[in-house]
């Protein structure tokens, strides 16, 4: 009750939700005190969660924030959902995000803008900017969010929480509406690294219903907060700190890396040379495969049709055109184009092999260090329509987060410090299912 009181207080102002789940929360809510009254309660009965609403809830309305899927109604659940519910959490609403997930300031919604907590005249990042908003301004104690190219570490640097994109793989998609399939990975957002440990030890596993979510051991990540990370090496590439970053986010994590060292880590220079590639193949790998999952809208199978049109080909047309919006659309175009006949090799194909270098990249700077930090961001929260007109200073956004998709590895973003009075978000990298040393640092240096 007192989590919807505060969403009531200052929803008004963030705009952080799409939809409040009022009835079912106070529901949920009453379930939760019967199990914790029989002794039954795990790690998250009756803790509130807010879901981004490009995964799927069962009679909640689930709308990607695209005029296409306005009124759609799932009727099942993501399976990141049922893990939730089945230990009693309690879902208080669904987030504001870029139209599909596409953008880094959630001003790509069809529907609101989402305003950064620390600053009404600042964007929250996105395309999770929602979830990110939300926990920010103490709206639920965790959320959920997507990360496709860097859409839970962004937003969760320019408000200052704590958000994990697990290894690929490692948390099902199944129930995450596909955005870019080969890249896209669900995770937390908390307020801290203790809670973002707890939530994660409940959504990953193996399931039969998502054909690229594998079978490991599940650990129990809060056994790895510990503070001593003494001997631990961590690099530092110097393709991280390049052009196009502001002076007071790299001074701001500069200064986390000497905590670090302090803490007795071990700082080793690397380098990460076809990094600089990450940006062009990112945004042709996830365009193309985007153009392809969202073939599916075409006005039949759910979501929007038009009302007036004369054949088969138009009705998709209109369809399309009227439900779709403008970011989507300039995907669809670049996707449809670089896998086309004749552009397929120089475009896509060629994307591939810098992907494939890349990881190559990763797995030769592992063998010298254990995780790798950086900033998330190169800048922190900008204002509200300083980019929505210019798609590639928009796509700057996410110079240092989506090598990570790229490669399939987990990253996190923890709050490090202010610069101009805003949070920075500093970056820590690690290898593949390496998201129990990932916390380890991230907890020694909270
Ligand atoms: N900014 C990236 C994009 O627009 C982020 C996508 C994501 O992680 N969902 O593609």
């Given amino acids: 009750k ?3 009181e505060r969403i ?11 939809t409040i789940t009022e009835d079912f929360a106070l529901q949920k809510a009453k379930e939760a005190d019967e199990k914790i009254k029989k002794g039954e309660d795990t790690a998250l009965t009756g803790i509130p969660v807010i879901i981004k609403d490009n995964i799927s809830t069962e009679g909640i309305k689930t709308t990607c924030s695209s005029k296409m899927l306005e009124n759609y109604i799932p009727p099942y659940n993501a399976t990141v959902v049922e893990k939730l519910l089945e230990e009693g959490a309690v879902i208080l609403g669904k987030s504001n995000l870029d ?3 596409m953008g880094s300031s959630t001003e790509n919604s069809a529907f609101k803008t989402t305003k950064n907590p ?5 964007v929250p990042g996105g395309s999770s900017g929602g979830s990110a908003a939300a926990i920010a301004a103490d709206e639920a104690a965790f959320a959920l969010g997507s990360d496709t190219g860097g859409s839970i570490r962004q937003p969760a640097s320019l408000c200052g929480v704590v958000g994990m994109k697990p290894t690929y793989g490692l948390v099902s998609r199944f ?17 801290d690294v203790t809670d973002c440990a707890i939530v994660l030890n409940t959504i990953i596993g193996h399931d039969p219903k998502d054909s690229t979510s594998l079978k490991i051991d599940k650990p129990d990540y809060t056994s790895y907060l510990k503070e001593d990370i003494k001997g631990l090496r961590i690099g530092v590439a110097k393709e991280f700190f390049g052009e196009g970053i502001e002076e007071g986010v ?3 994590v500069q200064e986390s890396i000497k905590v670090l060292q302090d803490l007795g880590a071990e700082i080793i220079d690397i380098s990460i040379p076809y990094v600089e590639y990450a940006l062009p193949a990112y945004y042709i790998i996830a365009s193309a495969e985007a153009s392809s999952n969202l073939a599916r809208y075409d006005g039949i199978r759910y979501g929007h049709i038009a009302e007036k049109y004369e054949d088969l080909i138009d009705m998709y047309m209109v369809t399309r055109s009227e439900g779709f919006g403008k970011e989507v659309k300039r995907r669809i175009m670049l996707g449809t184009y670089a896998l ?3 552009y397929y090799d120089a475009y896509y194909k060629k994307a591939l092999k810098v992907r494939t270098l890349i990881k190559n990249d990763f797995e030769k700077a592992f063998e010298k260090c254990d995780v790798i930090v950086g900033p998330t961001s190169p800048t922190v929260a900008f204002k509200i329509g300083e980019r929505a007109n210019d798609p590639l200073a928009m796509y700057l ?19 490090c410090g202010l610069s101009d009075g805003l949070p920075v978000g500093l970056q820590i990298i690690g290898r593949h299912f390496d998201e129990g040393i990932i916390l380890n640092v991230a907890y020694a240096f909270e």
Avoid: C, H, M
């Avoid at 956004?397 to 709050?415: Q, R």
């Fill in 2 to 4: 007192s989590y919807l």
């Fill in 8 to 18: 009531k207080e200052v929803e008004p102002k963030i705009d952080a939700l799409i």
């Fill in 99 to 101: 139209e599909f997930a």
């Fill in 118 to 122: 620390w600053d009404l005249s600042r």
């Fill in 175 to 191: 129930g995450l509406v596909a955005f870019a399939s080969s890249l896209d990975q669900i995770g937390p957002f908390t307020k």
């Fill in 250 to 252: 790299k001074e701001t």
């Fill in 340 to 342: 086309s006949s004749g």
């Fill in 397 to 415: 956004a996410d110079i240092y987060t989506v090598s990570v998709n790229i490669a399939g590895l987990p990253g996190i973003s923890i709050p």
